[in-house]
């Protein structure tokens, strides 16, 4: 068994999703759960740190860069981390008397691209929200329900996921049959309080 580190706040009432929250490369899972006191009462929300230790945080897969210092990233080790994330979600449902059909997914830049690869391959997921983020092009045969809600945001402004890859993400979803909400705000790789706002309405709209 996988030795877990995470954050969690209990729901308000029983019988509540479980909304699971995925930092971002170089972060660690106090940085979303920082928003748990503003996110709808009726999810249990859970922050799980990734299981890679950095010099300045966590990752859950390595960015790696070649001659030309161009980005990229080995698809076995990010296959690791969406068996790292399922296996959590397996045994903290099993283990907290959380309805494993009930699972949502919102991801922060590395974060959003595994909500992303593991909401639209895991078909007990019923939302995912993927913030500042990108659809891995490797992903080739989505498995969810094409009515599988899906929050998309993006900063018109990001130096570090260009704002493209959002808008080509979404209509790779929209071509595998999905219908993303997205939304797009004039900011860089962050959060600001124009997206919370409408991620909470989003959310409520789950419920």
Same mark, same amino acid.
């Given at each position: ?26 972060? !660690? ?7 748990? @006191?503003?996110? @709808? ?20 897969? @390595? ?35 959380? !309805? ?37 092009? &490797?992903?080739?045969? @989505?498995?969810?329900?094409? !009515? ?58 789950? &419920?």
């Amino acid at each position: 068994m996988h030795p877990f580190n995470y954050l969690h706040k209990e729901a308000t009432k029983s019988g509540a999703p479980l909304l699971l929250l995925l930092h971002g490369y170089g972060s !660690n899972e106090a940085d979303l759960f920082s928003l748990a @006191p503003y996110l @709808p009462n009726d999810f249990h929300i859970v922050s799980l740190r990734a299981p890679r230790s950095l010099s300045f945080g966590y990752a859950w897969f @390595p960015i790696h860069f070649d001659a030309a210092m161009e980005r990229w990233t080995d698809e076995k080790e990010v296959h690791i981390a969406i068996s790292y994330i399922n296996d959590f979600i397996d045994a903290y449902t099993s283990s907290n008397a959380i !309805n494993p059909e009930k699972v949502f997914l919102m991801g922060f830049s590395q974060g959003a691209m595994l909500s992303l690869s593991v909401g639209l391959t895991r078909n007990s997921i019923q939302g995912i929200a993927a913030l500042s983020g990108y659809l891995d092009h &490797r992903l080739e045969k @989505p498995t969810a329900s094409r !009515n599988l809600p899906i929050y998309i945001s993006h900063g018109s402004a990001d130096e570090v996921v260009p704002y493209v890859w959002a808008k080509q993400s979404v209509e790779r979803l929209k071509g595998f049959g999905y219908h993303p909400e997205f939304y797009t705000y004039t900011q860089g790789h962050g959060i600001n309080q124009e997206n919370l706002d409408a991620l909470i309405e989003w959310l409520q709209k789950q &419920r």
